[in-house]
């Protein structure tokens, strides 16, 4: 079944019903926003020569449009791939070149950027089909509004299970981004999990995309398509917890995902003692770590509207599950390692923890995280030999480092890929390694996250420098300012002698940690 099938279900129900808002404004009913993602899907293939199958770009802040450009890929068979919008051109042009982007949306104030990717990506040659750069088109322009508002009679493309249906570029440890295919069955298996496994939704209930729709609050909006429920993009560009308070008296049966840091800036702020969270219905969590202390204060602090996910780009917000009624269970005797935990396994995949030779361990025994099923990818893009290592055995190798209890609850206890997670964005420390490597006067580098109250964690680079060499920062930032996005800059640089290593030449990011942990830095 092709995803475009839930929008127009929607449609075909309550067509008059709002589906998008900007903050409180309605933008389009159910039916309107079904017209303008068809119209689109057949331009895209009438005016651009796209075929099914054809890669699209989206690089754009929240924005109403990113819903009926989504449908529009799926109506006609082409591939959504949502790019963060907070990456630096030179990121942005390799995604669009290794993925071969026919198209690349974006909104005015990312339009710069984009051309700038444009012309700097290398396509990817394609069998029987010239390469060709990625031409930019504003979402926000008169031109796309025509071309929307056509109208099209003609139903979705027939879809098949595995016709792949978003490409997400997702950091690797090698420094170069890879492409987690995600297929339509994929996606339609995260989609059902929601309803099975996180929360019930309503016709009238809505999602508040205060994070990006780049990333976990934009896979969220497939099951709230589904349920007839709207989309709420926020104006603010940033997440602003005081905004998000004002909008929740606009609103019913409102679900927002969160990194745990935004979960920690909304309970902090001083509007929370005196705001109404009557119409706050659900706070789904994850993608990256919530301590125990933060997720009993938010509990006191906002009620029982907390539901946990852990998932990766590579198995979509669907590997395992902590929900509400798990959260309210305090009479259980081990409710506060529950809570510390990541739940139990979807309903549509198996997870186990196995050793380094795949086999699976007891429970209270760590290992690394393992998960099959429906909603896993097919593999990722253009990568024979990173699919067969992540997928080896017909299982997702996660990299990720738990145990289960006895009750099937999986605590994480470590990454074993090295990845930070600063403020929900996911950080590998190789890229930027590579990075600081270019400099002359840089011998060795090692790149770790630190705790940082606000953030979860900060990015640290330790610097062993040449001889005679002295550290200076701002040639390193500089260098980094040139080549990466800014949250994934270092928020500190410390000169050390020498790195800790094992007998074979490895870094040992655990000592590192724990040395740098309190050391004064520049």
């Known amino acids: 079944m092709n995803l475009a099938h839930l929008l127009v279900r929607a449609a075909r129900i309550d067509g008059a019903r709002t589906a998008v808002f900007l903050d409180d404004r309605p933008i389009h009913g159910y039916g309107v926003l079904m017209a303008r993602a068809s119209a689109l899907a057949r331009a895209f293939g009438t005016d651009h020569h796209l075929r099914p199958g ?23 068979g ?23 982007a026919r198209l690349c949306f974006a909104t005015d104030d990312l339009a710069g950027i984009a051309d700038q990717a444009a012309r700097e990506a290398e396509p990817m040659a394609e069998p029987g089909r010239p390469s060709a750069r ?32 978003w490409l997400f570029y997702t950091s690797g440890t090698t420094g170069r981004p890879k492409g987690a295919m995600l297929s339509q069955r994929n996606l339609l298996a995260m ?44 104006r603010a560009d940033k997440f602003d917890p005081g905004a998000i308070f004002e909008l929740l008296g606009a609103h019913k049966g409102v679900t927002m995902f969160a990194a745990p840091t935004m979960v920690k800036r909304l309970v902090e702020h001083p509007r929370v003692a005196r705001a109404d969270l009557a119409p706050l219905k659900t706070i789904i969590y994850g993608g990256g770590p919530m301590y125990l202390a933060d997720i009993r204060h938010a509990l006191a602090a906002m009620g029982n509207r907390f539901v946990q996910i852990y998932g990766q780009g ?76 992540a997928l080896r055995g017909g299982w997702l190798h996660t990299g990720d480092v738990g145990a289960f209890d006895t009750d099937g609850f999986l605590t994480l206890k470590d990454r074993s890929k090295d990845l930070i997670i600063s403020g929900g964005s996911n950080i590998y420390p190789r890229e930027i390694e590579e990075i600081l490597l270019r400099h002359p006067d840089v011998a060795e580098v090692s790149v770790i996250g630190r705790p940082h109250p ?40 410390i000169a050390v002698e020498s790195l800790p290593k094992n007998n074979y030449g490895k870094v040992l990011k655990t000592e590192l940690r724990r040395y740098l942990g309190g050391k004064e830095s520049a």
């Not at 630096?88 to 993925?99: D, S, T």
């Not at 009238?204 to 969220?220: E, T, V, W």
């Not at 900060?458 to 500089?478: I, W």
């Open 54 to 76: 054809d890669r699209i770009a989206l690089f754009m802040r929240n924005h109403p449009a990113v819903v009926e450009l989504m449908f529009a890929c799926w109506w006609g």
């Open 78 to 100: 082409y591939v959504a791939v949502p790019v963060n919008a907070k990456l630096h051109p030179k990121e942005l042009a390799f995604i669009l070149g290794h993925g071969g």
């Open 134 to 165: 990625a031409r930019v088109i504003s979402a926000e322009s008169a031109e796309y509004d025509r071309v929307a508002a056509r109208g099209h009679a003609e139903p979705p493309i027939e879809a098949a299970p595995d016709d792949l249906a």
């Open 191 to 234: 989609t059902l999990c929601y309803f099975a496994d996180v929360d019930g939704i309503a016709p009238g209930d809505a999602i508040l995309h205060a994070a990006p729709m780049s990333h976990g609050s934009g896979m969220y909006i497939l099951p709230h398509v589904a349920a007839g429920a709207a989309q709420i993009v926020p």
């Open 314 to 389: 590579e198995s979509p917000m669907t590997i395992t599950a902590l929900g509400r009624h798990h959260h309210a269970d305090t009479g259980h005797p081990r409710h506060l390692q529950r809570l510390a935990s990541v739940g139990v396994a979807h309903g549509a995949v198996e997870v186990r923890v196995a050793d380094d030779a795949d086999r699976v361990l007891a429970p209270d025994q760590a290992g690394e995280v393992l998960v099959r099923g429906e909603a896993v990818m097919l593999g990722y893009w253009r990568d024979v030999n990173a699919t067969a290592a």
């Open 454 to 493: 606000e953030w979860g964690e900060e990015v640290v680079a330790a610097v062993v420098l040449r001889p005679g060499k002295s550290l200076a920062v701002d040639g390193l930032d500089a260098l980094c300012r040139d080549s990466i996005a800014r949250f994934k800059r270092p928020r500190a640089y």
